[in-house]
């Protein structure tokens, strides 16, 4: 027997051990008198809740459902000693995510980040010293007055888009993905992207896919498990590393692209800074900030766009009610600029029921609690993944009427004029000390390019060869899964008018003064 025993592999046995230990160790710590928020009953004591969550497309419609069955604005599962809360209503994440931000400010840290390359994006950084010294970084050049400095090269992509519009393209959403890459390509390295087809922001695509897979409550809970690391990519539980092989080398082809001269992280490896230079590991810091803006930025500019021209195409009214504001405001021989913007209340409006309407990450990015902590009587154990809904919370029939329509007026005065809370009243930017760095120069970018569209576009569904408009459902349009995406669906996208056509050719003569994005 003992031979046996022996004999067996300690790829087996080793783990084995280890894997109930662990388990034992995390059950131990999260003991309290109180009960955890309430969620579907864990099928037994090991594994919790694992193969109980929901998958598939829009999985924050169960939780939504939980919470009206249960009756709570928090739903707690747990899977292999990991748990995990998803918050459903504005009232309790701004409670927990903003006003407890000192203790729920982290990020869950799996092997996936280790082997996959994502340990050193600023996104998914735990709240320590580390991450203290990137946010600094970023602050100081992605700030309001910092963000100006990106115009030039967004005015300079965004016309590119409108000349690309008038043709030839396979299809639209390939011309949306190309202008929000090569916004954050041109940027951070100075690198022109003229096809969405070119290798490196294929690379941060597939980087993007790996990452998603762990974006869901659950869906990384095995790989929690400490002992994992020494198991094979082709040993059960292991292949996770196959992915993340795959993801650590497009993330290192993103960071080893060369800087252009006019480019931010040229000039930052390059600064006199005194405050920069005391960074120990500068030259990382720096490098990883053009991979981290490059996987943020690109399809989630990319989503909101794809849903505002969706969102023309089925409330022609809306749209008609934008261009006659537009019409008004800078008349119809010139292009918006960023100064017209606090001229233009119902542009502000339809950019903000953008936001609200499909928001592209669903859930955010997780959360990760430091300490334990205690909301409305439920306990929530110290390293708990916390996910805010945000499709549930801004689709909150209490707070929104018909929330599955699109209606900018929703956002406006009486008066007409914009009443939201500006860009902080945006959830998809997320909340407390993790909301997202670069939201100044997203929300330029999105914000412009509809004015643009607006201005010299018209928008409209489709018709068949009986000339009858093929009708477009919303659930058709988009992939939904831990990322929202749209389809390039049917639509047309034309010029307004000759001269409208004209303007949009004539933005290949402008000098974009100013091509300079460093400080």
């Given at each position: 027997?003992?031979?046996?025993?022996l004999?067996l592999?300690?790829?087996?046995?080793?783990p084995?051990?280890?894997?109930?230990?662990?388990?034992?160790?995390y059950?131990?710590?999260?003991?309290?008198?109180?009960?955890y928020?309430?969620?579907p009953?864990?099928?037994?004591?090991?594994?919790?809740n694992?193969?109980?969550?929901?998958?598939?497309?829009?999985?924050?419609l169960?939780y939504?459902?939980?919470?009206?069955?249960y009756g709570?604005?928090?739903?707690?599962?747990?899977?292999?000693?990991?748990?995990?809360?998803?918050?459903n209503?504005?009232?309790?994440?701004?409670e927990?995510?903003?006003k407890?931000?000192?203790?729920?400010?982290?990020?869950?840290?799996?092997?996936?980040?280790?082997f996959?390359?994502w340990?050193?994006v600023?996104?998914?950084?735990?709240y320590a010293?580390?991450w203290r010294?990137?946010r600094?970084?970023?602050h100081?050049?992605?700030?309001p007055?910092?963000?100006i400095?990106?115009?030039p090269v967004?005015?300079?992509?965004?016309?590119?888009?409108?000349?690309?519009?008038?043709?030839?393209y396979?299809?639209f959403?390939?011309c949306?993905?190309?202008?929000s890459?090569s916004i954050?390509?041109?940027t951070m390295?100075?690198?022109d992207?003229?096809?969405h087809q070119?290798?490196l922001p294929?690379?941060?695509?597939?980087?993007?896919?790996?990452?998603?897979q762990?974006?869901l409550?659950?869906?990384?809970?095995?790989?929690?498990l400490?002992?994992l690391?020494?198991?094979?990519?082709?040993?059960?539980?292991?292949?996770?590393?196959?992915?993340?092989?795959g993801?650590?080398t497009c993330?290192e082809?993103?960071?080893?692209?060369?800087?252009?001269k006019?480019?931010?992280?040229?000039?930052l490896?390059?600064?006199?800074?005194?405050e920069?230079n005391?960074?120990?590991d500068?030259?990382?810091?720096?490098?990883n900030?053009?991979?981290?803006?490059?996987?943020?930025?690109?399809?989630t500019?990319?989503?909101?766009i794809?849903?505002?021209?969706?969102a023309?195409?089925?409330y022609?009214?809306?749209?008609?009610?934008?261009?006659?504001?537009?019409?008004?405001?800078?008349?119809?021989?010139?292009?918006p600029?960023?100064?017209d913007r606090?001229?233009l209340?119902?542009?502000?409006?339809?950019?903000?029921e953008?936001?609200?309407?499909?928001?592209v990450?669903?859930?955010?990015?997780?959360?990760?609690?430091?300490e334990p902590?205690?909301?409305?009587?439920?306990?929530?154990?110290?390293?708990?993944s916390?996910?805010?809904n945000?499709?549930?919370?801004?689709h909150?029939?209490?707070?929104?009427e018909?929330?599955d329509?699109?209606?900018?007026?929703?956002?406006l005065?009486?008066?007409g004029?914009a009443?939201?809370g500006?860009?902080?009243?945006?959830?998809?930017?997320?909340?407390?000390r993790?909301?997202?760095?670069?939201?100044?120069?997203?929300?330029?970018?999105?914000?412009?390019t509809?004015?643009?569209l607006?201005?010299v576009y018209?928008?409209f569904?489709?018709k068949?060869?009986?000339?009858k408009?093929i009708?477009?459902?919303?659930?058709?349009?988009?992939?939904?899964g831990?990322f929202?995406?749209?389809?390039?669906?049917?639509c047309?996208?034309?010029p307004?008018s000759?001269?409208?056509e004209r303007m949009?050719?004539?933005?290949?003569?402008?000098e974009?003064?100013?091509?300079?994005?460093?400080n």
């Amino acid at each position: 027997m003992t031979g046996s025993l022996l004999s067996l592999p300690y790829l087996f046995v080793i783990p084995s051990l280890t894997f109930c230990i662990t388990v034992a160790y995390y059950l131990y710590q999260h003991t309290s008198p109180l009960p955890y928020p309430p969620g579907p009953k864990a099928r037994n004591f090991l594994t919790g809740n694992w193969g109980q969550f929901p998958a598939g497309e829009k999985v924050y419609l169960k939780y939504i459902e939980w919470g009206r069955q249960y009756g709570s604005d928090l739903i707690h599962m747990e899977a292999f000693g990991q748990h995990y809360v998803v918050i459903n209503s504005f009232k309790a994440a701004n409670e927990i995510l903003e006003k407890r931000a000192l203790i729920s400010s982290s990020r869950p840290f799996t092997l996936m980040d280790e082997f996959g390359g994502w340990g050193n994006v600023l996104g998914l950084l735990p709240y320590a010293d580390r991450w203290r010294n990137f946010r600094k970084l970023f602050h100081q050049n992605f700030r309001p007055n910092g963000a100006i400095k990106f115009r030039p090269v967004q005015l300079e992509k965004i016309h590119r888009f409108l000349r690309d519009l008038l043709g030839p393209y396979d299809g639209f959403m390939d011309c949306v993905v190309t202008m929000s890459e090569s916004i954050a390509f041109a940027t951070m390295y100075g690198y022109d992207i003229t096809s969405h087809q070119d290798h490196l922001p294929r690379s941060a695509r597939q980087a993007l896919g790996v990452v998603e897979q762990g974006m869901l409550p659950g869906f990384d809970a095995y790989i929690h498990l400490p002992f994992l690391r020494y198991l094979p990519s082709w040993f059960p539980g292991g292949g996770f590393k196959t992915l993340a092989k795959g993801s650590r080398t497009c993330i290192e082809e993103i960071k080893e692209v060369p800087s252009g001269k006019y480019s931010l992280v040229g000039e930052l490896l390059h600064t006199n800074n005194g405050e920069i230079n005391a960074f120990p590991d500068k030259v990382d810091i720096v490098k990883n900030m053009g991979v981290t803006t490059i996987l943020a930025s690109s399809d989630t500019t990319s989503s909101q766009i794809g849903t505002f021209i969706l969102a023309m195409a089925l409330y022609p009214d809306v749209q008609r009610k934008a261009q006659r504001e537009l019409d008004q405001v800078i008349g119809t021989n010139r292009l918006p600029s960023f100064e017209d913007r606090p001229s233009l209340p119902y542009i502000e409006a339809v950019y903000h029921e953008v936001m609200r309407w499909i928001p592209v990450i669903p859930f955010g990015l997780p959360h990760n609690t430091t300490e334990p902590d205690v909301y409305d009587g439920y306990y929530i154990p110290k390293g708990t993944s916390l996910f805010a809904n945000i499709w549930a919370m801004n689709h909150d029939e209490n707070v929104y009427e018909d929330p599955d329509k699109f209606i900018p007026e929703r956002h406006l005065g009486p008066n007409g004029t914009a009443v939201t809370g500006g860009i902080n009243s945006i959830l998809t930017y997320g909340f407390g000390r993790r909301v997202c760095v670069g939201r100044h120069v997203a929300d330029a970018t999105v914000w412009m390019t509809i004015a643009c569209l607006l201005t010299v576009y018209d928008i409209f569904q489709t018709k068949d060869r009986d000339g009858k408009e093929i009708e477009l459902d919303v659930n058709d349009c988009y992939h939904f899964g831990a990322f929202v995406f749209p389809k390039s669906f049917p639509c047309k996208i034309s010029p307004r008018s000759e001269s409208a056509e004209r303007m949009i050719r004539d933005t290949s003569t402008i000098e974009y003064e100013g091509l300079r994005v460093g400080n």
